[in-house]
Structures are given as structure tokens and as C-alpha cells.
């Protein structure tokens, strides 16, 4: 699995990487990638410490980063992939106002298996409250 420095270092060659914190720890981290200036669209992905998981944080920076990338980066599309079994990502696209647009079979790999994924999205024109 790689590790969380090597992802914040920007060594997957994100070009969009945020870290959370609040009050000085460390809670989780943002980024967009998978940019595609020509189709104008990016993933945006999230992570937060199971410690922290559950206050609103991840569904604040999540809002906060659709916003970003719609307004700043000039993309009529961001997209949030979550395996179907994870809930708790599934929610956090949902409480950011992601629009669910459906599932896609076999659409991400994790620890080497391949697993069916939500597929959520914002577009260009959609209120990011």
C-alpha cells in the first residue's frame, strides 16, 4: 500500500494536494488527479484518519475542493469513485452533494483486487454549498 508521505510528497504525480488539519493534527487529506484538461474533468479523492472520521471534515474539504476545481481550474467535471463497500466514502459524496450517477463494474483496484465503484460527480454550474 503506499504510504501517506509518498502521496502528500506528490510522488503519484497529483497535481492538486491538500492536507487537513485542525487545530494544528493532522485529520486527512484532498487532492485531485487523473486531470484531463481536454475532456475538462478530474477525480477528486479523500482521506481522513479513522480517529477524526465522522465530525464533517472530510464532507467540508470535499465542498471546499469541488469548489476549487470548478471555479480556479477551469473543469466541468469532478468525479468521486468509491468502492461500493466502502460507506463511509460513499457518504461523505453524498453529504457534499455529489450528484450519484451510478455504479461501474470492476472500477477501482485496492490491495490488488478489483472492485465494482459509485460513481458521484459534480459539474460546472452545480451549487457546491
Partial sequence: MPSLRAWVAGEFGDLHRFVIEVEGVFV????LN???????????????????????YATAATKLLARFALGLRDLERVEI???VENVASRRVAEKAGAIYEGNARRRVRQHGVMHDACVF??????VVA
Fill in 81 to 83: 469513485v468509491a468502492a
Fill in 121 to 126: 460527480s459534480f459539474v460546472s454550474g452545480d
Fill in 28 to 31: 486527512g487529506c484532498r487532492g
Fill in 34 to 56: 487523473q486531470i484531463d484538461s481536454i475532456h475538462r474533468r478530474a477525480n477528486l479523492g479523500y482521506w481522513v484518519c479513522t480517529a477524526h472520521s465522522g465530525r464533517g
